[in-house]
Each structure stands twice: as structure tokens, then as C-alpha cells.
């Protein structure tokens, strides 16, 4: 048996995919960390540029010149403890096995890593899992990933920022109709319309909101996140996603507030309660549809 033929196999498969998984999730908490900072530092410079060629020109120019920005990234600087600096190195870099290794302290000074590091990586390794389980080898499976790796940052960016960055979610968008020209998860057609009428139907309640009340119900960033889960999905899971997320949405605001844990006027994100219903869709959408249609 070839080394493809074994890795393929229904009992090893899932277990590769939990595997990788790991590794992603690794990199995922590096995304949702570094990913807003690097937005903020961009809308920096912009604004700065902005103020340079307006009316803040002499005030911008009478200051003293800044020096170099060091370069952020995905990629660089390497990862270092917030506490003290400490670079973090290979062997304390392994997913969960390191953490566990260090018993949840930094190896130089001592400070607790959150438990949130190894979290979101058994997370990521799990959802490589379901899905390897839940679609078998194959294209499926690894779409499935690509979407459930995309959805777990873009939820936790959203928790921590209230941003859903448009370097996840419109790359997240045109992947889905190009893997769907093959028809890996829906029909070419059914992909489009599942992008226009999430993007479309957030959109109408948006402005129908703000022009009843005067107020944002929503950012642009659940539009495109909807868009995208109805690009990968199809238009006939959007039901079954909105109807999800709006009710995990609604218990959880609501049992917060009887909790006098978020105030009334405090926003609620929108995004992790969305990514949690696109993953219901995609793994079960179909059985629930049918259950729907039957009662």
C-alpha cells in the first residue's frame, strides 16, 4: 500500500487531518492576534498620509520624524512573551505539547500563557477532524477545513475587536465559487445566489434597522461573512445558518444581560454567533433542511 492510499483510509484520515490541524490552529492564534493589530497600524499610516496632504500638513511636517517602524507581520517578529520579551523558541512552539510541557508559564519569567493558546488549537484539530469524518477523503473534507479554520479566527477576532477583517472574508468568498466550479459542495449557480442573497438579506436588515431606530444593528463585516458561508454552501442553507445564529445570538445577549454582565446599549458581535451557525450548516444543514421540509 502506497503511503497516499494509507494516509486516505477512513480509520487514518481523520486522524492526519486532527493532526495538521493542530498545526493550523497554532498559526490561527498568531491571525487573531496579530491580523487587528496589523489593520490598526495600517489605518495609522493612512490617517498620518491623510493629515500630511490636508489642512494637519504643517503640524504633521513640524513634528519630528518618526523612526523606522520595526516590521509586523504574520510572519515577523518571531513570537516573544508580552511579559518580558522572551523569544519563543521551536520546542516551545509545539502545538499544546508545549504548553502542557511549560504547565502554562513562560519558560523565562514565569507568567501565565492563557489557556486560550492551547483552546484554539484543540479546536482547530477537532474541526479538521469532524470534517474529515463527516465528508471522507477527498476535496470536501479539505474545504470543509479551509472554512472551519476561517470561521474559528474570524469568530474569535470578532470577540475580542468587533472586527471581521476583509483579509479573511472576501478571500473566504471567492474561494468558495472557485471550489464550487466543481461542484465540491454545491452547484456553480446555487453558489453565486448564496453569495448575493447573504450578502443582500444582512443588508436589507441593516438599513431597515437603522432606519427605524437610527442606529447600526450590524457591521458590513457579517454581510460579507454571510456572503461567504452562502458562497461555499449554497443559498439553501441561509435560512437554516441566519435562523441559528440569531437565536444562539438572542439567548446568549439576553442571559448576559439578565447576568448584568453586558449593559443594554454594550454591542454584542454578530460574527462568532454567524461562524458557529455556518458550521451547523455545514456539517448538518442538509439533515436539518430535511427535518424542516418533513414537519
Not at 481523520?14 to 493550523?24: E, K, Q, T, V
Not at 448584568?260 to 454591542?267: A, E, M, N, T, Y
Amino acid at each position: 500500500m502506497s503511503f497516499s492510499a494509507w494516509v486516505m483510509q477512513p480509520t487514518v484520515f481523520p486522524w492526519i487531518a486532527f493532526a495538521f490541524g493542530l498545526c493550523i490552529g497554532s498559526f490561527l492564534n498568531v491571525v487573531i492576534h496579530r491580523l487587528p493589530k496589523m489593520m490598526e497600524r495600517d489605518w495609522r499610516a493612512q490617517c498620518s498620509a491623510y493629515l500630511a496632504e490636508t489642512g494637519g500638513t504643517q503640524q504633521v511636517r513640524a513634528e519630528p520624524v518618526a523612526a523606522p517602524v520595526e516590521r509586523y507581520n504574520l510572519v515577523v517578529p518571531r513570537s516573544a512573551c508580552p511579559a518580558c520579551g522572551h523569544r519563543i523558541s521551536a520546542l516551545e512552539n509545539i502545538p499544546v505539547l508545549s504548553w502542557v510541557a511549560l504547565r502554562g508559564k513562560c519558560s523565562a519569567c514565569g507568567t501565565r500563557i492563557s489557556l486560550r493558546y492551547p483552546a484554539v488549537e484543540i479546536s482547530a484539530g477537532l474541526l479538521a477532524a469532524v470534517s474529515a469524518i463527516h465528508f471522507g477523503p477527498g476535496a470536501a473534507a479539505l474545504g470543509a477545513m479551509v472554512v472551519a479554520w476561517n470561521l474559528l479566527a474570524l469568530a474569535l477576532i470578532d470577540l475580542d475587536t468587533q472586527l471581521l477583517p476583509d483579509d479573511i472574508t472576501l478571500p473566504l468568498l471567492w474561494t468558495g465559487l472557485l471550489v464550487n466550479l466543481w461542484g465540491v459542495f454545491v452547484p456553480l449557480s446555487s453558489a453565486v445566489i448564496g453569495a448575493i442573497a447573504g450578502y443582500l438579506s444582512l443588508w436589507t436588515v441593516y438599513w431597515a434597522f437603522k432606519l427605524a431606530t437610527g442606529k447600526e444593528g450590524m457591521g458590513y463585516g457579517d454581510f460579507k461573512l454571510f456572503a461567504a458561508i452562502g458562497a461555499w454552501l449554497g443559498w439553501k442553507v441561509l435560512p437554516v445558518v441566519i435562523l441559528a445564529s440569531s437565536v444562539v445570538g438572542a439567548v446568549v445577549g439576553l442571559s448576559l444581560m439578565i447576568a448584568r454582565k453586558h449593559g443594554r446599549d454594550v454591542p454584542i458581535p454578530f460574527g462568532p454567533y454567524l461562524a458557529a451557525a455556518g458550521l451547523i450548516g455545514m456539517y448538518w444543514g442538509d439533515d436539518l433542511m430535511r427535518g424542516w421540509m418533513a414537519t
